[in-house]
């Protein structure tokens, strides 16, 4: 927002996060985001605090930006962060204001926090809540925000109001650069959301069921996904097979999603989520499986695991697949090293029991194999020499399809890909 030339407020509940922000340094890692952030600190334009009372009395629209986790132990949202938000501020708002939400929140969710903002603030009716969804993707976060494919914006219909001007304000420089800015309703808007990453899900666990077939055919699923992928209608993009999704959104909005059906009574038109879920974490067991199976046993099998992030250019290890998979390995009695350019300290945390390499090198060192489980740009372009030496034996299991087989086997190794002969 800063970036787009607006001056900016940032509102935390986390002291160690905001002392940071202010400090100039990012909290987490995302390519090219900490020269945005210093270059709008440094000339005054972003500003952090954590008092909803400098925000209220200062800011003309005020973003959600919380998260909506999935609650433990059921698959539905939890909302108390949002709500934590709007209980906070509403009641400090004594003049007319636009509350812009952009969680990824159940449909419904922003009507009823109108209702609650509207009877908390003493500004009563002038107080708007509009949704915003937001569709950046981790490791491309500055470009698709200040290049997004289009808005999208929900109005509250029943409460008309100055909030799509307000909005359109905000957006002006990028609505002027012919991007594409949708108006709708407030339960459209939510539904985008949830919709677009559903979608993109049931893609990436549509073409993970055709490489089983192509496990069992003898056929190779990345050639079929470039063949198909050439049909506009089709397209190539998130074709891609292997231990599938994960993350801080595509699993839990998912499941989100369905239990928000559920709750409307439409449960049965979203069952296929049900599966779309199953076949991506059963991606997860398989590769398990196949390691056992090339290792004859996991007990006392040194694995080197290259990837913990869930995907590359981003530290996040929410739901990953490559750390979920190097722990099930583990427990199930291996030796397992986990390397990854910039996700060893949140692995640590969450993973303390894993042995953990400063290298791809130091991790292979010793392997009986090999697992490339985060397609990095570092182990994409590996070169079979430089690890000859290192290993026990020469086995690579690539369970993001990123290398290429005839590189690793014309140098004396086994190579296993998902999906390919
Ligand atoms: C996603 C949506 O893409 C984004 O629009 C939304 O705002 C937030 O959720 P993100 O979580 O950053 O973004 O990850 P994404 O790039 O969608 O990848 C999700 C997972 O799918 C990763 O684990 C990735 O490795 C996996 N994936 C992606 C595949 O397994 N195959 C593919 O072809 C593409």
């Known amino acids: 927002m800063a970036e787009l030339g607006h001056d900016v407020l940032g509102i935390d509940v986390d002291a160690s996060k905001l002392s940071k922000l202010e400090a100039g340094d990012l909290p987490f ?11 709008n600190v440094a000339s005054g334009k972003l500003r952090f605090s954590s008092s909803y009372d400098d925000a209220a009395s200062w800011a003309d629209v005020h973003f959600i930006g919380v998260g909506t986790p999935q609650k433990k132990g059921e698959h539905a949202a939890d909302l108390q962060y949002v709500h934590g938000v709007v209980d906070r501020l509403a009641p400090l708002l004594v003049e007319s ?3 812009v939400g952009k969680s990824t929140v159940p449909v419904g969710t922003a009507h009823e926090l109108g ?4 009877a908390l603030s003493p500004a009563g009716t002038a107080v708007e809540v509009a949704w915003n969804p937001e569709f950046l993707r981790e490791g491309f976060a500055v470009q698709d925000t200040l290049r997004p494919d289009r808005l999208v914006l929900g109005l509250d219909v029943e409460n008309p109001g100055v909030a799509e001007s307000v909005v359109r304000n905000v957006y002006s420089s990028l609505i002027e650069d012919g991007i594409p800015f949708i108006v709708t309703d407030l339960a459209t808007a939510e539904l985008v959301k949830v919709s677009a990453n559903a979608f993109l899900a049931t893609k990436i666990s549509f073409i993970n069921a055709i490489s089983e ?4 055919a003898g056929a190779d699923v990345t050639v079929l996904a470039d063949a198909i992928g050439i049909d506009e209608r089709i397209g190539r993009k998130f074709l891609n097979a292997g231990v599938g999704f994960g993350g801080g959104c595509l699993p839990k909005d998912i499941r989100a999603f369905m239990a928000r059906a559920g709750e409307l009574g439409a449960d049965k038109a979203l069952a296929f989520l049900r599966e779309v879920d199953n076949i991506n974490m059963g991606r997860r067991t398989r590769m398990v499986e196949l390691v056992r199976k090339e290792c004859g046993s996991l007990v006392g099998a ?3 695991v290259l990837g913990a992030a869930f995907k590359p250019n981003s530290d996040d290890v929410r739901d990953s697949p490559a750390l979920n998979i190097a722990g099930q ?5 291996a030796t397992v090293t986990v390397y990854d350019p910039k996700a060893m300290e949140n ?3 969450i993973f303390p029991t894993l042995d953990y390499a400063t290298s791809a090198r130091e991790a292979c060192s010793g392997a009986d194999v090999v697992l490339v489980l985060t397609e990095w740009k570092e182990f994409a372009e590996l070169r079979p ?3 000859d030496p290192l290993v026990r034996r020469k086995l690579i299991i690539d369970g993001r399809n990123c290398l290429d087989p005839s590189v690793w086997r014309s140098c004396g190794w086994q190579y296993r890909g998902m999906g390919r002969p």
């Open 97 to 99: 204001a636009v509350i």
């Open 347 to 349: 692995s640590r945390a």
């Open 115 to 118: 209702v609650r903002a509207r």
């Open 213 to 216: 077939l192509c496990d069992v």
């Open 385 to 387: 020499s430089i690890l």
């Open 302 to 304: 040194r694995v080197a």
């Open 29 to 39: 890692y995302e390519p090219g985001l900490e020269e945005v952030l210093r270059r």
């Open 329 to 333: 390995i583990q427990l199930q009695g």
